[in-house]
């Protein structure tokens, strides 16, 4: 969820005497899978301007599972949930950067799944594509010397894409909701939630419009991250 090459000024030449540099392993690529010792921990009526949603807050055994759920409708009735599977990003959802695609992304899951029947917006603290949120400032401030989302985080030492779904899988069990409508641009997500036992029927796309700011990043998903974009 980091952003495009073209806004900001030059790279500095001395940028890699202030960021602490780590060497990429195959070890940090994706984290290791372990048994998660899910529970939900509280659940509340939440109405918002999409509709009246459930949400439940789970945690897992792992520092970074944790996660909410707002869930709409009936999960075990005829129809198959319509789910999105969102990273945090507090730029984009929250402080609204236009370097992303992510609060657009959010939103649009929000009303379509407030339409449909059933379904469940999934939030998870994947800052960054799994880097957190200092690193992806570190990845911003080198996008702002020219290189894409994808070269800021490798040379800051991660994986392109660092998050995992197994964890997002559990939550969807925990639900019920093993047999789902994805809403989602990514292959990836797609394969991991299917190898984590979710069979995802369709894939629903979630491209709201580009903008012009956005459009280098989202190029940069397409071409290097395999994501399905259209016009871009």
């Not at 005497?17 to 509280?42: C, D, I, N």
């Not at 319509?82 to 992303?100: A, E, I, N, Y």
């Not at 009303?111 to 960054?128: D, F």
Request: charged share 25%; glycine share 10%.
């Amino acid at each position: 969820m980091t952003a495009p090459a073209e806004i900001g000024a030059k790279q500095s030449p001395c940028y890699t005497s202030r960021f602490a540099m780590r060497a990429k392993s195959r070890q940090e690529t994706k984290p290791k899978r372990k048994a998660s010792g899910l529970r939900m921990v509280a659940h509340a009526a939440l109405p918002t301007r999409y509709g009246r949603f459930t949400i439940y807050g789970f945690q897992g055994r792992g520092a970074q599972e944790e996660a909410v759920a707002l869930v709409r409708g009936n999960l075990n009735g005829k129809s198959v949930p319509l789910v999105r599977v969102h990273s945090q990003c507090l730029t984009g959802d929250v402080l609204t950067s236009l370097r992303c695609d992510c609060r657009a992304q959010l939103e649009l899951s929000m009303k379509k799944i407030g339409q449909a029947s059933s379904g469940i917006l999934l939030y998870l603290p994947q800052e960054g594509r799994g880097i957190g949120l200092m690193n992806k400032l570190r990845a911003y401030e080198l996008q702002d010397g020219g290189m894409d989302t994808v070269e800021a985080n490798e040379t800051l030492g991660f994986a392109a894409d660092a998050r995992d779904y197994n964890f997002s899988a559990q939550i969807l069990k925990k639900l019920g909701a093993t047999k789902i409508r994805l809403l989602s641009n990514n292959p990836e997500k797609v394969r991991q939630l299917e190898s984590s036992g979710i069979r995802v029927v369709e894939r629903v796309p979630c491209q709201p419009r580009v903008s012009k700011i956005s459009r280098g990043y989202l190029k940069t998903k397409k071409r290097k991250m395999g994501h399905l974009l259209k016009g871009v």
